[in-house]
């Protein structure tokens, strides 16, 4: 068993729709929650940061952390065609712990329909 | 912020020679950068561990002598690849680590003929 599972996918839905994704994990000791959007052939680009449990909102994006589920979820609201991509949830132990070392998860490809 | 560059982005080399790659923070000090490999429709896979002024940690597996990580200012650490051949062709992503997540650089994809 993976230490992060997440469904590869693909995931399509038409624009304007609401994209929930999540990600569960084993490892109860992961403090920090992150979300990342992959473009194919560019590095993953940083979307959502948290730290253990709880909410949190940055513009069409919200992340959740459900740290006694282990189970992390992030959603974009009104989706649009450019939000098409790969989306790589991570997490880690925190900097002093292992260094900041990030366990993903394997990424969800997300096809938002015109 | 928290901007992270490689260069070069596309590399093509021939069988046996060494490649070089750059992984510069741009905004930022980073005294801890990674590496990692990524295959097609694969999630990504760490390498090894670059902090500035010391040796790299490589993971399991991983050929230190083959992949030469150099950290030698706090923004930019390179990664050589010795003595390329064509399974080593691969997409080549760096991270600079800041606070408590890490950055991610564009890629450098090399291809080895």
């Known amino acids: 068993q993976k230490e992060v599972e997440q469904d590869p996918g693909p995931l399509s839905v038409p624009e304007g729709a609401i994209v929930s994704l999540n990600c569960t994990y084993s490892n109860s000791a992961f403090q920090y929650f992150m979300w990342y959007r992959q473009y194919s052939r560019k590095g993953p680009e940083l979307l959502m940061y948290?730290?253990?449990?709880g909410n949190k909102e940055d513009g069409r994006f919200t992340a959740q952390v459900d740290k006694s589920s282990k189970y992390i979820s992030l959603f974009i609201r009104d989706s649009q065609p450019s939000d098409s991509a790969t989306y790589l949830c991570?997490?880690?132990?925190?900097?002093?712990?292992?260094?900041?070392?990030?366990?993903f998860g394997g990424g969800t490809r997300v096809l938002v329909k015109p | 912020g928290a901007v992270v560059s490689q260069h070069p982005s596309r590399v093509i080399c021939k069988s046996g020679t060494s490649v070089k790659i750059e992984c510069r923070s741009l905004d930022f000090q980073a005294t801890t950068m990674f590496w990692y490999r990524q295959f097609p429709k694969q999630s990504l896979m760490l390498m090894a561990t670059s902090n500035e002024g010391s040796k790299a940690t490589y993971e399991q597996g991983v050929e230190k002598d083959k992949f030469l990580i150099n950290h030698a200012s706090l923004t930019l650490s390179t990664l050589t690849v010795t003595s390329a051949h064509p399974e080593d062709s691969s997409f080549y992503i760096c991270?600079?680590?800041?606070?408590?997540?890490?950055?991610f650089g564009p890629g450098t994809r090399l291809t080895v003929l």
């Open positions: 991270s600079a680590r800041a606070h408590d997540t890490q950055y």
């Open positions: 948290t730290y253990s449990s």
């Open positions: 991570a997490m880690s132990l925190g900097v002093k712990a292992a260094g900041n070392k990030l366990t």
